[in-house]
Every structure is written in structure tokens, then in C-alpha cells.
């Protein structure tokens, strides 16, 4: 008995932590300059900016970033 309800919580725990930090890996910004090239700023809400080039956004358009192969890529909202 002990060990079934073990193991239930060992997974319950597990999969609140996956699902935690998949949560805490997005992160909201909102662009602040878009130049000619294509290349945009971008303002997260952790207080950094960020630049990195993107298509289809203008100034004030919000966005939700990701840190990938060490990269950040947006998507706009």
C-alpha cells in the first residue's frame, strides 16, 4: 500500500516540476523598434531587451519568447 502511494506521489511531484519550468521558460515582451533590415527590439518583462530578427511585427505588437538551442525566438500573440 505505502509503496503504491509512493510512487503516485514521486510522479505527481515529477510532473508538476516538468510542467513548472515548460511555464516559466516562456517569457512576454513587447517590441520597441523594428528596423529596415527586419532585425527588432524586443523588451521582456524580466527588464532585458533583446534583439533578433523577426517578420509580420511592428512596434507595440506583444510577443512570447523562448529560449531555444540557445537561441530566443519570439512568436507574436
Same mark, same amino acid.
Given at each position: ?7 503516485? #506521489? #514521486? #510522479?505527481? =511531484?515529477?510532473?508538476? %516540476?516538468?510542467?513548472? $519550468?515548460? *511555464?516559466? *521558460?516562456?517569457?512576454? %515582451? ?7 533590415? %527586419?532585425? =527588432? ?5 524580466? %527588464?532585458?531587451? $533583446?534583439? #533578433? ?11 512570447e519568447c523562448d529560449v531555444k538551442d540557445g537561441k530566443m525566438v519570439c512568436e507574436k500573440q
Amino acid at each position: 500500500m505505502f509503496h503504491k502511494l509512493a510512487k503516485r #506521489l #514521486l #510522479l505527481a =511531484v515529477a510532473v508538476m %516540476g516538468v510542467v513548472a $519550468h515548460v *511555464a516559466l *521558460a516562456s517569457m512576454p %515582451g513587447t517590441v520597441t523598434d523594428v528596423d529596415d533590415q %527586419g532585425m =527588432v527590439t524586443i523588451w521582456t518583462e524580466d %527588464g532585458k531587451e $533583446h534583439q #533578433l530578427k523577426m517578420d509580420g511585427v511592428q512596434v507595440g505588437d506583444k510577443v512570447e519568447c523562448d529560449v531555444k538551442d540557445g537561441k530566443m525566438v519570439c512568436e507574436k500573440q
